[in-house]
Every structure is written in C-alpha cells, then in structure tokens.
C-alpha cells in the first residue's frame, strides 16, 4: 500500500495512507492512517514527539499494521463478486424508469451468469473498488447495458480512473460518487470523451471546492444535472475571485443544480449562476440565505439573468421576518412556475394557509407551491386576502382608491403589487371585525323562510368545517342532511361557494358582516 491510496479497515472504517515505515522502539512496518471519521483515530500524526505525519483534524490519526487494513479492488472484481458469484437469492427489480437493478448476487432467472447483460444499475457503494482493472474485461462484463453506477463511499482516488471505468460502459448515463475525494486531473478536458454520455452527477458530501467543480463542466461537456450537497460550500466562485461581476461560466446543458445542505450566506453568490444557459430548477434548502435580490442586481442586462429558471426550492434558510421583501423580489423572475420556500423566519407565527396566501397574491407569475398547484380559484382568494389583510394599513398611511400616489413609499417597499391587486379586487368591505378577530357573520336560507337569519361570531382562523357544525347545531340541521354554503361580500355580487372544509375562513377572505347562504 503506497502513500495516499485509501484503506478500508474490518469495521468498515475508512482512511487515507499518510505514513509508511517503521516507529522508533517498535518492530516491524506501520501504516499511518488519516481516517474520514476523526473520532476512528487518535492523534494528529505524531508518536512521542515525533511527527510522523498530519492530519486536518487533531484526531484523525493512527498507526495500524498492515494486516490491519485492506486495500482496494478493481472494479471488476467487486462487479462479478458483488453480482455473479454471491449465492444470496437476489429478485430484480425494475423500476418506474425502466431499469433492472440487482443490487447483490445473481440476476433473478439465471442460474449461472457469465456478464451481467440485461441488469442496467449497479449499487457497488460501500465496496472497495479503487481502479478500473482490466478494461477488455469490464467491457465484456457489461456489454453496453450499464445506465446508472453508484461508486458511493468506496476507495477511489483519481477521476482518471472514474474515466476508466465510464469509458468502458457507453450507456453510462448516471453516476454517483458521493462520499469519495477524488484528485481532479491536471486537463479536464483529458477524459471529457470517456465521460461524455454522463448527464446526472452525483456528488456530495465530497470537500470539493467551488474551482474544482466548476472543472466538471470541462470533464461532463453533457451533464444535465449536478447534486454537489453537503459540501461546506459558502460561495460560489474562487476563492481568489471577488467581483460581484463574476459568473459561472461553461455547464452548456445544465438543467438541474442542487446545492441543498451548504453554507451559502449571500444571495450574490447564487446571483454568479445567472448566466447558465439552460439552467431551470435550483435548489438551495438548508443554507444560510437572509435575503433574496432581484434580477438584475448584480448589474448588467437583467433580462438575461436567469432566463429559463422554472423551479426554486429554497426551504430551511434564513430569510428574515423583514424578507417579505425577498418573496416580492422573486417576481422580478418571470420564467419561475414552482416554488419551495417553507421554515424560513419570515413565516414564523403566520398559519400555513395564511403564509401560502400571501405568497401566492405577492408572485402573479406562480403555478405550482410546495408541490401543490395553485388553481384560479385559489389564486383569487389569496389576493382578496391579501388586500383584506393589509387594507387598514394602507388607510393609516393616506391610500386611497382613486390616488395611487396617496400612499407613503415605504408601505409599497413592502407591498409592491398591493395597488395592482386592490385595482383588481376593490376594497374591501367596511364593516369592521369584533375584537380579538372575530368574524360578526350573517346566516340566512334563501330556500327556506320557515328558518329566521341569526348572526353568528366566529374567529376567521377556525376551518368552514367549524362553521358548518355551527350552523348545524342552531338550526338542527342532521348530519345526514345535504348542505352547501355560499357568501356574498356586497349586495348585486354573486355568490362565492364555500366548498374546502379544512381551509380556515380567513382562506375565504371573509369580513365580518358578510352573509353565508345556507342552500
């Protein structure tokens, strides 16, 4: 076992040959192990004194016999142990996309197999593979079958041979290679044709920096989409580069990246991938973003910035109590249909279904949030409620109908398309809610004068469902028995069903001294 090559211990511990030789007032031959988990080893490298070699992390290292460790396997020696010499009954499975996987053993339906012709993902994560091997063999291994290969946690070491072992499997077009640190070669562009039929890339949790990925544009010329997550990733660009100018520049047909579990503080770093040509769905859950900036912030033509962006998924950041503002900003991009954005602070103490409203009547552009598609209907009363909501405010600071201008700028800083939609909407109405956000409703059966109008108080945060036993209970009215509500919200509208049981009143935009028809 050489320097640098890694090593698998009987626990399934994993390291990196660091030292080689002898101890002073030992015998024999040692090797100094860096391992992946600090908490396997015990020192930095040193030995009384002596340093024998170093670790990233105080802990990392050990001295271990040569005995005590294994080194690793080529690829197709764990292939034809993994999947044609293991006796396990194994069942392939095939899957929503059509391919047939067999994870361990040998392929379902055959006795004794010589390839693996017809199994179309290999699961090697976890093993030993280390190298390619003999490439005539691989090849006649797997004759042009191999769509997906998971190389997850094993002991590579160099993309040279991830090339290797890609270029003797042509149908290759999903890799997974999470939990490895590989060296990147000195030319990317050196096993571009080995790598060229790769369009997903999986490759997180692998302390790979932003440069070294930005590499992979050289090495994949037709990767479509790149998980690079859980990589401590705080910026998104060299760390010698500091313009806010710079972008990401190559990833010709990328479709997807997802950047999910990072430490991404500033929304200008997310502003570098603007220019990606094809780029249309990113994910950033899990990072540090307080904030979110409009196209064109990072100066420039802000109609080329994000062009085809359709999907964000931003959940589990940071965005501040006062970033409603940054919801408002996400309008300024007009491609985006579907939108992630839930355990942020801005939502704290707002209800889902309240904090979905706003969000909803703040991007006009929105079909589809946390994955639920938003219909006319829904849209309509999102708006109502927004204007309902927010109406006094804009009263308080001088707004009016009629003079758009009336209202102070900091209440638009805050409501940009407020005017738009009460243009759309109109003002609500006037009658004024009871204390604690009671709603002061009138019930009355249009069908059925032999049942007297009451008036009921009700908090706007109760579901229609608690409405409706309400009005069972009054009018004793049986469970058995049929009943729609519809409302109206001024005299010569018409009447708005109330049909979705578990949204609250307020969904509905309800006012108090609104009338519910009970038909």
Same mark, same amino acid.
């Given at each position: 076992?050489?320097?640098?090559?890694r090593?698998?211990?009987?626990?399934g511990e994993?390291? /990196?040959?660091r030292?080689?030789?002898?101890?002073?007032?030992?015998?024999g031959?040692?090797?100094?192990?860096e391992?992946?988990?600090?908490?396997?080893?015990?020192?930095?490298?040193?030995?009384?004194?002596?340093?024998?070699?170093?670790?990233?992390?105080? /802990?990392?290292?050990?001295?271990?016999?040569?005995?005590?460790?294994?080194g690793?396997?080529?690829?197709v020696?764990?292939?034809r142990?993994?999947?044609l010499?293991?006796?396990?009954k194994?069942?392939?499975?095939?899957?929503?996309s059509?391919?047939v996987v067999?994870?361990?053993?040998?392929?379902a339906?055959?006795?004794?197999?010589?390839d693996l012709?017809?199994? $179309?993902?290999?699961?090697?994560?976890?093993?030993?593979?280390s190298h390619?091997?003999?490439?005539?063999?691989?090849?006649?291994?797997?004759?042009?079958?191999?769509?997906f290969?998971?190389?997850?946690?094993t002991?590579?070491?160099?993309?040279?041979?991830?090339?290797?072992?890609?270029?003797?499997?042509?149908?290759?077009?999903k890799?997974?290679?999470?939990?490895?640190q590989?060296?990147f070669?000195?030319?990317?562009?050196?096993v571009?044709?080995s790598?060229?039929?790769?369009?997903?890339? $999986?490759?997180?949790?692998?302390?790979?920096?932003w440069?070294?990925?930005c590499?992979?544009?050289?090495?994949?010329?037709?990767?479509?989409?790149?998980?690079?997550?859980?990589?401590?990733?705080?910026?998104?660009?060299?760390?010698?580069?500091?313009?806010?100018?710079?972008v990401?520049?190559?990833?010709?047909?990328?479709?997807?990246?997802?950047l999910?579990?990072?430490?991404?503080?500033?929304?200008?770093e997310?502003?570098?991938?603007?220019?990606?040509?094809?780029?249309?769905r990113?994910?950033?859950?899990?990072?540090?973003?307080?904030?979110?900036?409009?196209?064109?912030?990072?100066?420039g033509?802000?109609?080329?910035?994000?062009?085809?962006l359709?999907?964000?998924?931003?959940n589990?950041?940071r965005?501040?109590?006062s970033?409603?503002g940054?919801?408002?900003?996400?309008a300024?991009y007009?491609?985006l249909?579907?939108?992630?954005?839930?355990?942020?602070?801005?939502?704290?103490g707002?209800?889902v279904e309240?904090?979905?409203?706003?969000?909803?009547?703040?991007?006009?552009q929105l079909?589809?949030?946390?994955?639920?598609?938003?219909?006319?209907k829904?849209?309509q009363?999102?708006?109502?409620?927004?204007v309902?909501?927010?109406?006094?405010?804009?009263?308080?600071?001088?707004?009016?109908?009629?003079?758009? $201008?009336s209202?102070? $700028? /900091?209440?638009?800083?805050?409501?940009?398309?407020?005017?738009q939609?009460?243009?759309k909407?109109?003002?609500?109405?006037?009658?004024?809610?009871?204390k604690?956000?009671?709603l002061?409703?009138?019930?009355?059966?249009?069908?059925?004068t032999?049942k007297?109008?009451?008036?009921?108080?009700?908090?706007d945060?109760?579901?229609?469902?608690?409405l409706?036993?309400?009005?069972?209970?009054?009018?004793r009215?049986g469970p058995?028995d049929p009943?729609?509500?519809?409302?109206i919200v001024?005299q010569?509208d018409?009447?708005?069903?109330?049909?979705?049981?578990?949204?609250?009143l307020?969904?509905?935009?309800?006012?108090?001294?609104n009338?519910?028809?009970?038909?």
């Amino acid at each position: 076992m050489g320097l640098g090559e890694r090593v698998i211990d009987k626990n399934g511990e994993r390291g /990196t040959v660091r030292f080689e030789g002898t101890l002073a007032d030992t015998n024999g031959e040692w090797l100094g192990v860096e391992w992946d988990d600090a908490a396997r080893g015990k020192h930095d490298g040193s030995r009384n004194g002596t340093q024998y070699f170093s670790c990233q992390h105080p /802990t990392a290292g050990s001295f271990v016999r040569p005995a005590a460790v294994t080194g690793g396997r080529s690829v197709v020696e764990v292939l034809r142990h993994r999947h044609l010499e293991v006796d396990d009954k194994v069942e392939a499975t095939t899957l929503e996309s059509g391919l047939v996987v067999s994870a361990l053993g040998q392929e379902a339906g055959r006795s004794k197999a010589e390839d693996l012709r017809g199994v $179309q993902c290999a699961y090697l994560h976890g093993t030993e593979v280390s190298h390619c091997g003999d490439t005539a063999e691989l090849k006649a291994l797997c004759p042009d079958n191999i769509k997906f290969l998971d190389l997850s946690q094993t002991l590579l070491t160099e993309w040279t041979e991830v090339a290797a072992i890609a270029k003797c499997l042509p149908s290759l077009r999903k890799l997974e290679l999470s939990d490895n640190q590989l060296a990147f070669p000195a030319e990317p562009q050196s096993v571009a044709a080995s790598l060229s039929g790769v369009k997903t890339l $999986q490759y997180n949790r692998t302390n790979a920096k932003w440069e070294q990925i930005c590499m992979l544009s050289g090495m994949m010329p037709n990767l479509e989409e790149l998980h690079v997550c859980q990589n401590n990733l705080t910026q998104l660009r060299p760390e010698e580069a500091s313009s806010v100018e710079s972008v990401v520049e190559g990833f010709p047909n990328l479709r997807l990246l997802n950047l999910e579990i990072n430490k991404i503080e500033d929304w200008m770093e997310v502003m570098r991938l603007r220019h990606l040509p094809k780029l249309e769905r990113l994910i950033l859950n899990d990072n540090q973003l307080a904030s979110i900036h409009s196209v064109g912030s990072a100066g420039g033509d802000p109609s080329k910035d994000f062009t085809c962006l359709q999907y964000l998924s931003i959940n589990e950041n940071r965005l501040l109590n006062s970033s409603w503002g940054s919801v408002d900003n996400l309008a300024s991009y007009s491609r985006l249909k579907d939108l992630r954005i839930r355990d942020n602070p801005c939502m704290e103490g707002e209800a889902v279904e309240n904090s979905r409203m706003l969000v909803i009547a703040r991007l006009p552009q929105l079909e589809v949030l946390h994955s639920s598609v938003i219909f006319e209907k829904e849209r309509q009363h999102a708006e109502q409620y927004y204007v309902k909501r927010y109406f006094s405010e804009f009263e308080r600071q001088g707004g009016r109908l009629e003079e758009p $201008q009336s209202v102070g $700028q /900091t209440f638009y800083m805050h409501h940009r398309r407020y005017f738009q939609l009460l243009q759309k909407h109109g003002e609500p109405p006037r009658a004024m809610r009871t204390k604690g956000n009671l709603l002061s409703l009138h019930i009355a059966f249009p069908d059925d004068t032999s049942k007297k109008p009451k008036t009921v108080n009700v908090p706007d945060s109760v579901p229609l469902a608690t409405l409706k036993g309400m009005i069972r209970r009054l009018y004793r009215i049986g469970p058995g028995d049929p009943m729609r509500l519809t409302y109206i919200v001024k005299q010569g509208d018409a009447e708005r069903h109330l049909d979705e049981d578990k949204r609250p009143l307020s969904y509905f935009a309800l006012e108090a001294g609104n009338c519910i028809l009970v038909r």
